[in-house]
């Protein structure tokens, strides 16, 4: 190879190099602008909270602590962050990873083992899903662990696919429109569980993971069970997005934007007294119509539940 095809070659790379770096960048201001946003949009960490932040060892977690840690650093407020990783005793699990690395980046942690693997596999009959079952003894766990710290808030890993992909599998399977909220007060009443990447793209997080190299840990126990209607309905989700871009956006946008007056929940309007008035009503139904619209629309005023966020 001669002078000019190695300049030629340098140039090249140094070219795809200086590309990758942009992207990198433009990659870290969204993921940092977007948890940055739905902090501030939903209050999720206020002055002098403690945050614990559950570390599974999948990439959502790694970066929420990620993204956490170099936020705490220029935040108008204090808050502190201990991570926490439930040890579940499953065989082959990696114990040394997660302290490793924690150890590697300053940051308080703490590693709670409790087999609830033996727990599962006793109830739960072979062949079925084990999800249910090792989630509620989780969650029970982690609730216990954050009361023990002091922490003030628990910081899970879910990003804006979980949100839709759970809205999804409540209407199909528990015929509820339900989805899974950015902050919520925790069923025993006692914590208050908030998901920072609630508008981040599932896309994101993988390239953002392959960047910082996180020490990815598989989990045997559940995530990698076939045909769980979870991962069917993801599938599905990915498969739009592919064909219909902008498909699933919409859909996460919508549960900002209920109408309450055009759906079915009497607790939340009341269907039983309306009358008409003779005054025109923005929010009124076009009785008539087949279809309000077939793209995208300003929704009505009135009794709207709107999530605003920044777009990228």
Known sequence: MDTADTSLLDAERAAAEKKQAHETNKLSKRLHR?????????NMIED??????CLSGGKDSYSLLDILINLRQRAPIKFDIVAVNLDQKQPGFPAEVLPTYLKSIGVDFHIETQDTYSIVKKLVPEGKTTCSLCSRLRRGILYRVAQELGATKIALGHHRDDIVTTLLLNMFFGSRMKGMP?????DDGKNVVIRPLAYVRESDLVKWAEHRQFPIIPCNLCGSQENLQRANVKAMLQDWDKKFPGRVDNMFTAMGNIVTSHMMDRQLFPFETIKATGTPDPDGDIAFDEEEHCGPAEPATGSVIRLVREED
């Open 48 to 53: 002098g909270d403690k945050v614990m932040v």
């Open 182 to 186: 950015p902050k919520l007060v925790s």
């Open 34 to 42: 977007l948890v940055g946003q739905a902090i501030t949009d939903f």
